[in-house]
């Protein structure tokens, strides 16, 4: 069971700004904060780390930000390629462990 | 390029054991920490365990704490999964990635079936 809290789904026409939440404690958003998107049938990929940093080869349509418990990640200007499952990471201090958002599946209408 | 590479998986029996393998390239491998991480079928991402940079300490999921053992061989690039006691509930596709501010890059996952 996982201790950061996504929603499920979320949607968006294409070109529009889709936000995804990533509900936790202090003891873990408190920690950096990575995203990770999973297109279908793929292996999980670097998206955002340390809150709001885009690896190389990310496009800037991607932002991440934190603010108190939570964490987001924004896509602006939705594309057909962006659908996919997305999941947010850190460290929990107080479990010791890392830990995984409960995932968010992005649908382009 | 930096790559991760898995083999091992397959259909095991619930209580066999069975090993998964990672072989790294393209970087120092004995300089990072490295990480398993397991998807269940249509499920989401579970963390499993890490094991330093050079294998002196190693920190374990509840879930399978006991049961898995992570280890490294730094002088052959390899990481390791033993898996123990494997029950139903552990069918998933398996990774391996590299602890880089965030898990990067990430093998291309191992399934392993445990059913009777």
């Known amino acids: 069971q996982s201790v950061l809290t996504q929603p499920p789904s979320v949607s968006g026409a294409p070109g529009q700004r889709v936000t995804i939440s990533c509900t936790g404690i202090?003891?873990?958003?408190?920690?950096?904060v990575h995203w990770y998107q999973q297109l279908p049938g793929t292996v999980p990929k670097l998206l955002i780390y340390?809150?709001?940093n885009r690896p190389s080869g990310v496009p800037a349509r991607f932002s991440g930000s934190k603010s108190g418990t939570s964490a987001s990640l924004a896509i602006t200007g939705l594309q057909a390629e962006d659908e996919a499952d997305y999941y947010c990471q850190s460290y929990d201090g107080s479990l010791g462990s890392y830990v995984f958002g409960t995932g968010t599946k992005v649908t382009v209408l | 390029q930096v790559q991760l590479v898995q083999s091992g998986g397959g259909v095991v029996q619930p209580g066999e054991s069975l090993r998964i393998s990672c072989a790294a390239s393209?970087?120092?491998?004995?300089?990072?920490?490295m990480h398993w991480v397991r998807q269940a079928p249509g499920k989401g991402l579970e963390w499993l365990g890490v094991?330093?940079?050079?294998?002196?300490?190693?920190n374990y999921a509840d879930s399978v704490k006991g049961r898995f053992i992570i280890s490294r061989d730094n002088s052959k690039k390899m990481l390791y999964l033993q898996m123990n006691s494997l029950r139903v509930e552990d069918t998933a596709v398996y990774y391996c990635?590299?602890?880089?501010?965030?898990?990067?890059?990430w093998g291309q996952g191992t399934l392993v079936s445990v059913s009777s």
């Open positions: 393209g970087f120092t491998f004995s300089a990072y920490g």
């Open positions: 340390g809150n709001y």
């Open positions: 990635a590299r602890d880089q501010r965030g898990f990067d890059p």
């Open positions: 094991i330093w940079y050079d294998g002196s300490d190693k």
């Open positions: 202090s003891s873990n958003i408190g920690s950096d």
